[in-house]
Each structure stands twice: as structure tokens, then as C-alpha cells.
């Protein structure tokens, strides 16, 4: 009788549990899968606008002061962003940090550069620590982080573990509030807040040179919003916030590629984040078909697919 009222009481707790901590689980498991997926490809064709750094970066410039550093031989097709102005550089993400990046920074500029994550996971935050200015959006979920000085992300934000990359260590020199702007000189970028793939995303925008640097927010390939810390709902408003910013000539500067033949920066334009607002409307309402079982995929044109939890679980 008492193993009977034991299970009784642990079972429910059990499914409690498993209901509470689902997206870690499944998120677990579904990249434990994916382990043949991390490598480390082969030198890829690249487009002619397109320059090899060294064996692992290439460069790509999209104007005389904006330049793609791209590391297509990493399987996320990683790229990161040099802004340069008349006083100041930014480098919006830094990479997984397989190799070193300050070399090819240093190589495009002579500016002090300050290095800004658009969001934590491993794969932009790889080189943080090398620069001796980094910057992170001021949210209150970021200023916990800070430890004796330096700031630790958690296993959560970071999701290094899982390629076995340790968690970055750094000093954040500054705070920027979402709204400001970043500014570089007579260049200036206004910082986003962009939550949806992740709480503490950040998006800039050059309101003169009409460019959107989105991070993971949207890219081409496959955009993840079923980790642990994605949210649907903040994906359809920071949607509605970068529309409401820019125009149909606007240029979409994304963090990924999906490449399979020749390699370049990933850029979109306007019509591909309206049709991210259409699909992220037909999920809430139901009108999108999606295929798969988890994560559940959504197209959203024919070169951005949503990934998301289950239908019926999906915040």
C-alpha cells in the first residue's frame, strides 16, 4: 500500500516536472542528435566580392565601411560585422571562436573597436574577450551576470556545452539602453531591443545608410525559436518594432547563411521580415501548416524556414 501511494504522489510530480522543464529535455535531445552535424567543412567556393582573410575568416565589403567577416568553414556559416566610423569601429559579434578574429579586425581598421554580441550563445560570443571594450545592452537579466568584475553568462545563454566550448569570461566596459544610439562619429546606429530567439538580443540600425545588423533574430536557413529562452510571442513584436523602423530598400545584415555552392554574406531585405510577420501570424492563428514533430518547421519563403516547439506548447 505504501509503494501504491508513493507512486501516486511521484508520478504526477514526475509529469509536473517533465511538463516544466520540457524545453531544456527536448532541446537536450534534439541537439544530441545534430552531433554529426558539428564540423569543420572544407574551403567552399566563395562569390568574386568575396576574399579570403586566411584559411578559416573571408571579408566582404558591403560599403567602404561595412564589412561582412565571414567563417563559411564552420557548419552555422557564421557571420559577424565591422562598422566602422570616423572615431570608432563596432564589431557586432565575435564568432564561435574556433580562431582568432582580432587580426583580421585589426587588418581593416586602426579605430578603437568595441565588441558587441547580438546575443550570447557561443557562436557570436567566441573572441568577447580578447577586445578591450565590450558592450551589452542594459537589461537587468544582463547586469545579473556580472561577477567580481567580469561577466559570466549561464549555461542557458550561452548553449556552448553542447560543442564543448567554455563559457566566456569578460569585462563589459559598456551599458548601452536600448534606443540609443551607438555612436561612431557622424555614424550613428540606434541599439534594438529584439528578444524572440533570445531575451537579450539586440538588432542596430544606420538610419543614413538604410542597414539592419538583425544578429539571429532572422537569417537565411533555419531561424530557432524553439530553445529553452525563445518566445513567439516577443518574435511577432520585435517584428512589428523592426518594421515600424525601416523601409522597403532596407538592407538585412543577418548572422548566418545557409549556403550550399557559393559563399557570401547573408542579407535580406524588408519583404523577407513581412513575410516572417505573416508566418509568425499564421502560427498564432493557425492558418500555417508546419511539418515535423520537434522542432516543428514553418516556411516562411524560400529561403528562411521558423523552427519552433510543439504547436500546442509553443509561447
Known amino acids: 500500500m505504501n509503494i501504491v501511494i508513493s507512486l501516486l504522489i511521484l508520478i ?12 531544456e529535455i527536448l532541446f ?5 542528435t545534430l ?24 571579408i566582404q565589403f558591403i560599403d567602404e565601411n561595412t564589412i561582412a567577416i565571414g567563417e563559411p568553414r564552420h557548419y552555422q556559416q557564421n557571420y559577424n560585422y565591422l562598422i566602422v566610423g570616423e572615431s ?17 579586425v585589426e587588418s581593416l581598421t586602426s579605430l578603437p573597436v568595441i565588441a558587441v554580441p547580438s546575443h550570447l550563445h557561443y557562436d557570436h560570443t567566441g573572441n568577447l574577450a580578447r577586445f578591450e571594450r565590450v558592450a551589452l545592452p542594459d537589461l537587468t537579466i544582463l547586469r545579473e551576470g556580472i561577477t567580481g568584475g567580469f561577466f559570466l553568462p549561464t549555461d ?56 539592419l545588423f538583425t544578429g539571429d533574430f532572422i537569417n537565411i536557413g533555419e531561424l530557432y525559436a524553439f530553445l529553452p529562452e525563445s518566445n513567439l510571442k516577443d518574435y511577432l513584436d520585435t517584428t512589428d518594432k523592426l518594421l ?32 516572417l510577420k505573416k508566418a509568425l501570424l499564421g502560427i498564432n492563428n493557425k492558418t500555417l501548416s508546419g511539418h515535423g514533430f520537434y522542432p516543428r518547421c514553418y516556411t ?12 500546442w506548447l509553443a509561447r
Open 156 to 211: 542557458k545563454q550561452h548553449h556552448g556545452r553542447r560543442e564543448n566550448i567554455p563559457l566566456p569570461k569578460f569585462r563589459v566596459t559598456e551599458w548601452w539602453t536600448p534606443g540609443e544610439m551607438a555612436v561612431l562619429g557622424k555614424r550613428r546606429l540606434q541599439v534594438i531591443h529584439a528578444p524572440g530567439h533570445a531575451p537579450e538580443c539586440i538588432a542596430l540600425f544606420d538610419p543614413d545608410r538604410n542597414q
Open 244 to 275: 515600424s523602423l525601416i523601409n522597403e530598400k532596407t538592407l538585412l545584415l543577418t548572422a548566418h547563411n545557409d549556403a550550399h555552392e557559393v559563399h557570401s554574406a547573408p542579407l535580406l531585405a524588408y519583404q523577407d521580415l513581412v513575410d
Open 12 to 23: 504526477p510530480a514526475v509529469i509536473v516536472l517533465l511538463f516544466v522543464y520540457r524545453n
Open 28 to 32: 537536450a535531445i534534439y541537439t544530441w
Open 88 to 104: 570608432l569601429a563596432i564589431l557586432f559579434d565575435t564568432g564561435a571562436g574556433i580562431r582568432d578574429i582580432t587580426p583580421v
Open 300 to 311: 516562411v519563403n524560400q529561403r528562411v524556414t521558423l523552427l519552433t516547439d510543439f504547436p
Open 35 to 58: 552531433n554529426g552535424r558539428y564540423y569543420l567543412a572544407e574551403k567552399p567556393r566563395v562569390a568574386e566580392t568575396v576574399k579570403w582573410f586566411d584559411d578559416w575568416f573571408t
